[in-house]
Every structure is written in structure tokens, then in C-alpha cells.
């Protein structure tokens, strides 16, 4: 599982994007050149939290939370073939309950 081989550090959090459905509601085949980016995933990971005067401020999300996130935010990885995004906690936009 990818929490365990990342850590990431600071306010930093790491997310396994979520897959889009190959097909539309009329049966349509989406290519993969066609596709948009995922903008939302789940948590797998999240860092201790920012310091902030001295003090560490806890993280608001936590590891199993879905969340979105903005389209072009983070850095794309690839750990032991699984595609993964190390984003900040800001460019978490929200979390979907």
C-alpha cells in the first residue's frame, strides 16, 4: 500500500486520484487522450502538519478521505506502478463526505 512506502513531510498530502468511467451514459468509448484529469482521489498519506510560530498546526484531512482538488495542483508520481499526487493541504479545495 502506498501510505507505507510514503511519508510525506510538512503540510503535504498524498492521493491516489480517482479513475474515470471508460464509457458516458450512451455507451460512448472516452479515449485516454480524451479524458480530463481527475480532479478528486482518496488520501493515503498525509505529513505531520506546517509549523506555524513555533507551534505545529494539525492537518485538516486525514488518510481515507475523499477530496477534490484543482485540476493542475501537485506533483504526479509513480511508486511501485501506482500512479500518485503529492499535493499541499491548501490545494485541497474540499472534502466530499
Known amino acids: 500500500m502506498a501510505n507505507q512506502k510514503v511519508a510525506p513531510l510538512a503540510d503535504r498530502v ?6 474515470e468511467a471508460e464509457q458516458m451514459r450512451g455507451g460512448l468509448y472516452i479515449p485516454d487522450t480524451a479524458k480530463e484529469k481527475p480532479q478528486q482521489g482518496t488520501v493515503v498519506a498525509v505529513g ?14 486525514k488518510v481515507g478521505d475523499k477530496i477534490l482538488y484543482g485540476k493542475y495542483s501537485g506533483t504526479e508520481v509513480t511508486i511501485e506502478g501506482e500512479a500518485l499526487l503529492i499535493l499541499r493541504e491548501s490545494d485541497v479545495l474540499a472534502v466530499i463526505n
Open 14 to 19: 498524498v492521493v491516489k486520484p480517482l479513475e
Open 48 to 61: 505531520p502538519g506546517r509549523f506555524e510560530k513555533e507551534t505545529r498546526v494539525p492537518m485538516d484531512v
